[in-house]
């Protein structure tokens, strides 16, 4: 018999984001182990402040369990420890499972970084969330170690499994050779992909500054949210795409991927997706952060001479073998669905196989 599990949060039907990806990827796992009911958010008044866990959503949840017996809830995101605490303190025979998707109170302080005190009140309500979410979990998920050792430093409790971000294989090799030559389009010697957040934009716009002008070629950048007026410096050698329905197509055209991405927290899944696509990746420690080093596909630049000079020296194939060989053995769906269900095997027997 399949568990019954309760999951904090919409049924993810279109990806939009690095986060969408990872929660549903995070559902498919949760499904291959249990019978899943989804509780999408509701309005409510604070919202804002409670990160959607509102007085109406707990209501909601009060409902649901109610109705109906669960032996897990699984929490998609760490901000939500106002619904992790008000399920504990009222249902003691659940046990909680919490994803972090980073160290939320990490990311909240580079955030003040960049955008100085009115950024607050988002610090104050993560440090506060988050506390309880560590607080009330029966388990621990992070991506990574760091994301690990930064739970064990800042609220003294280990994470109970690193489950790294990972990606269906969706390469395709045929796609792969016909899609090198674009006769009608710009060649795309540098891809960037990412939202407009804000560690995105600065690196877009770091190595708009720091790096193009010193070398030949064009850079593209491809995300929800990004257009050119977010940039200053781009000369007809920069191509800024925004949300594009497909992704594939620019990944197979492009020679290589950067990601000078200097902010921020958890695992860059771009990096994983670029892998994936068989590209060779230059990249800044923080945007290989959580992933296996492996330099013939995975080129660490920290200056804009770093960049300057591999850019120069290198002119790796369409499709890096090395960069696909390590998103098989490591980063593929199939891989962490294996690591998962061990954790999930071994979650039953300590709970009296549930």
């Not at 009060?62 to 992790?84: E, M, P």
């Not at 992909?193 to 491809?222: L, R, T, Y």
């Not at 696509?277 to 770093?306: N, P, Q, V």
Request: glycine share 6%; net charge positive; aromatic share 14%.
């Amino acid at each position: 018999m399949k568990n019954k599990i309760l999951y904090l949060g919409e049924k993810i039907t279109k990806i939009t984001s690095g986060a969408d990806l990872v929660n549903s990827r995070n559902q498919e796992l949760l499904e291959c182990v249990g019978d899943v009911t989804y509780l999408p958010f509701v309005g409510g008044r604070f919202s804002k402040m409670y990160f959607k866990a509102t007085d109406a959503y707990l209501k909601e949840i009060d409902s649901v369990i109610g109705k109906q017996y669960f032996d897990f809830v699984f929490i998609k995101h760490s901000h939500l420890g106002r619904a992790c605490k008000h399920i504990k303190s009222n249902y003691l025979g659940v046990k909680i499972i919490m994803f972090f998707h980073n160290i939320e109170i990490h990311f909240a302080s580079e955030y003040m970084k960049t955008n100085g005190w009115k950024a607050l009140p988002f610090y104050l309500a993560i440090k506060h969330w988050e506390k309880q979410s560590v607080r009330f979990a029966d388990y621990c998920i992070t991506l990574n170690g760091r994301d690990s050792r930064l739970m064990q430093d800042i609220y003294g409790r280990h994470s109970d499994l690193e489950l790294p971000t990972s990606f269906p294989d969706l390469f395709n090799e045929t796609r792969a050779k016909r899609s090198v030559m674009r006769e009608d389009k710009e060649p795309i010697d540098y891809l960037f992909v990412g939202v407009s957040f804000f560690a995105n934009v600065e690196a877009v716009q770091w190595f708009i500054n720091n790096v193009m002008p010193m070398v030949d070629g064009h850079f593209h950048v491809v995300g929800k949210g990004m257009n050119k007026a977010l940039f200053h410096n781009v000369t007809n050698r920069v191509h800024i795409h925004g949300y594009v329905d497909d992704l594939s197509d620019y990944y197979y055209c492009a020679r290589m991927v950067v990601s000078p991405i200097h902010g921020g927290g958890g695992m860059k899944t771009k990096t994983a997706e670029a892998l994936m696509y068989g590209k060779t990746i230059l990249g800044s420690k923080e945007a290989f952060e959580g992933y296996e080093m492996d330099e013939r596909c995975m080129l660490l630049c920290e200056r804009a001479e770093d960049y300057v000079k591999n850019l120069k020296n290198i002119y790796p194939d369409f499709v890096n073998n090395q960069s696909r060989s390590l998103f098989l053995q490591l980063y593929s769906d199939e891989i962490q669905k294996s690591r998962f269900t061990r954790f999930w095997n071994d979650l039953k027997q300590k709970n009296g196989n549930c």
